[in-house]
């Protein structure tokens, strides 16, 4: 099944890169194939987060945001009574932290940031609060 959504994701890029799509129709696509991407990756971090008023709340500070990326990225997060670790792409985990903020921005605005798997501590201590932590290893 992951192999079919991979090779499924690599044609519609390829698709895109070769359709002259214009930026809000690629915009339009990205969010259909993010929509799908919690189903592969196992966990449901990102709907905590969503859920979370202390997430939404603190993501609108910019250094915050940019924060979060940054613990997203390169990193697996574990929830007590979850199988599977929730993990992300850079390029989604940018994608959410611009979609939690809702200011009009997209995954370009955080991506390769600098500095990404470092998880500050007061995103460690939010996450913990929604019960999810970096996995050791």
Same mark, same amino acid.
């Given at each position: 099944?992951?192999?079919?959504? =991979? /090779?499924?994701?690599?044609? *519609?890029?390829?698709? =895109? ?17 993010? /929509?799908?991407?919690?189903? =592969?990756? %196992? +966990?449901?971090? $990102? ?11 603190? &993501? ?16 697996? *997060? ?15 985990? +940018? $994608?959410? &932290? ?5 200011? +009009?921005?997209?995954?370009?605005? *955080?991506?390769?940031? %600098? ?7 007061? =995103? ?6 929604? +019960?999810?932590? &970096? $996995?050791?290893?």
């Amino acid at each position: 099944m992951i192999r079919k959504v =991979i /090779a499924w994701i690599k044609y *519609f890029w390829w698709w =895109i890169r070769q359709s002259k799509t214009t930026r809000e129709q690629a915009r339009m696509y990205v969010k259909i194939l993010t /929509a799908l991407q919690p189903n =592969i990756k %196992g +966990g449901d971090m $990102e709907e905590d987060m969503r859920n979370s008023p202390t997430i939404l709340e603190k &993501v609108k500070d910019r250094h915050y945001a940019v924060n979060l990326y940054r613990a997203m990225c390169n990193n697996a *997060f574990t929830c007590a009574g979850k199988k599977e670790p929730w993990s992300c792409t850079w390029r989604y985990a +940018g $994608e959410l &932290v611009a979609e939690l903020r809702d200011q +009009g921005e997209d995954y370009m605005d *955080f991506y390769c940031s %600098g500095n990404e798997s470092y998880v500050d501590e007061e =995103i460690a201590n939010d996450l913990k609060d929604l +019960g999810w932590s &970096v $996995e050791e290893g």
